[in-house]
């Protein structure tokens, strides 16, 4: 299947009775493992990613490593993969275009490209661009877009459905197909958001987050794993590093470990 067959696909996927479950990525062994284990398309986390390159996470990894990365990620996968790209790495929105352009190149057929902080006419501009280098390359992008209204808290509690959906609109108007609002975990919310955009919504884990099965039934379409699954991996690597360093036991790192065949076997 090429990118064309496998953007048609990401789409059909937010049109499920559930929600799309997304187990986030981060390199070409997770995104395998993932697959493996029944997911319908992979999509990466940012932090992830970065922090497997030695980057913090935050608009810093650079663009070459980051393609690399999609690369490989995209050479192991038989499913869709959207990629998350942060603000696009520039804030000149032409730029941003290339740099789509790049990421689909590397085998993308969807994009997470966030707002932030920065000023929500600044992001229409980076998804017209986006929406329009995608047309070019005869890709139906699937075009996710962040908002961080939420988790930045950058409005008083009481309005920030009606900020989140006025954002939405203008995102919308720019080419959006995703809205994926950070945070938000309150039932009643959640379902104003989703009625009140065209938009499909995407929620993140979270604490205090409804089971998926509610979810759908709220609107919701997409659930994704964020960078949780990193770090519940980082605090069971340290839980295992530190009692070996202290006692040399090597019992622990044995009971329960994957065997070596079974990894192996998967690439």
Same mark, same amino acid.
């Given at each position: 299947?090429?990118?064309?067959?496998?953007?048609?696909?990401?789409?059909?996927?937010?049109?499920?009775?559930?929600?799309?479950?997304?187990?986030?990525?981060?390199?070409? @062994?997770?995104a395998?493992?993932?697959?493996?284990?029944?997911?319908?398309?992979?999509?990466?986390?940012?932090?992830?990613?970065?922090?497997?390159?030695?980057?913090?996470?935050?608009?810093?990894?650079?663009?070459?490593?980051? #393609?690399?990365?999609?690369?490989? #990620?995209?050479?192991?996968?038989?499913?869709?993969?959207?990629?998350?790209?942060?603000?696009?790495?520039?804030?000149?929105?032409?730029?941003?275009?290339?740099?789509?352009?790049?990421?689909?190149?590397?085998?993308?057929?969807?994009?997470?490209i966030?707002?932030?902080?920065?000023?929500?006419?600044?992001?229409?501009?980076?998804?017209?661009?986006?929406?329009a280098?995608?047309?070019?390359?005869?890709?139906?992008?699937?075009?996710?877009?962040?908002?961080?209204?939420?988790?930045?808290?950058?409005?008083?509690?009481?309005?920030?459905?009606?900020?989140?959906?006025?954002?939405?609109?203008?995102?919308?108007?720019?080419?959006?197909?995703?809205?994926?609002?950070?945070?938000?975990?309150?039932?009643?919310? #959640?379902?104003?958001?989703?009625?009140?955009?065209?938009?499909?919504?995407?929620? #993140?884990?979270?604490p205090?987050?409804?089971?998926?099965?509610?979810?759908?039934?709220?609107?919701?379409?997409?659930? @994704?794993?964020?960078?949780?699954?990193?770090?519940?991996?980082?605090?069971?690597?340290?839980?295992?590093?530190?009692?070996?360093?202290?006692?040399?036991? @090597?019992?622990?790192?044995?009971?329960?470990?994957?065997?070596?065949?079974?990894?192996?076997?998967?690439f």
């Open positions: 299947m090429d990118n064309a067959q496998h953007a048609l696909a990401f789409h059909h996927l937010h049109g499920q009775p559930e929600p799309l479950r997304l187990p986030n990525a981060w390199d070409a @062994s997770s395998r493992l993932v697959e493996h284990l029944g997911a319908q398309a992979i999509a990466t986390t940012s932090a992830g990613v970065a922090w497997s390159l030695g980057y913090r996470d935050g608009d810093v990894l650079p663009l070459e490593q980051h #393609i690399a990365a999609v690369e490989r #990620i995209a050479r192991v996968l038989t499913v869709p993969l959207s990629v998350d790209i942060e603000g696009g790495y520039a804030d000149d929105p032409r730029q941003v275009g290339g740099h789509v352009a790049r990421f689909i190149a590397a085998g993308a057929v969807g994009i997470n966030q707002d932030g902080a920065g000023p929500p006419d600044l992001l229409c501009q980076k998804i017209e661009q986006a929406r280098v995608a047309d070019r390359l005869g890709v139906r992008l699937y075009i996710n877009v962040r908002t961080d209204v939420y988790a930045r808290g950058l409005v008083e509690p009481q309005v920030r459905v009606e900020e989140t959906l006025d954002r939405a609109r203008r995102y919308a108007s720019a080419g959006a197909d995703g809205l994926f609002v950070l945070g938000v975990v309150d039932r009643e919310e #959640i379902r104003a958001i989703a009625a009140g955009t065209r938009l499909r919504l995407n929620v #993140i884990a979270w205090g987050l409804p089971p998926v099965g509610e979810l759908g039934a709220l609107g919701v379409r997409r659930v @994704s794993a964020g960078s949780w699954l990193p770090q519940q991996l980082w605090a069971r690597t340290a839980e295992l590093a530190s009692g070996f360093l202290a006692d040399g036991c @090597s019992q622990p790192l044995i009971e329960g470990a994957a065997p070596y065949a079974q990894v192996n076997g998967l």
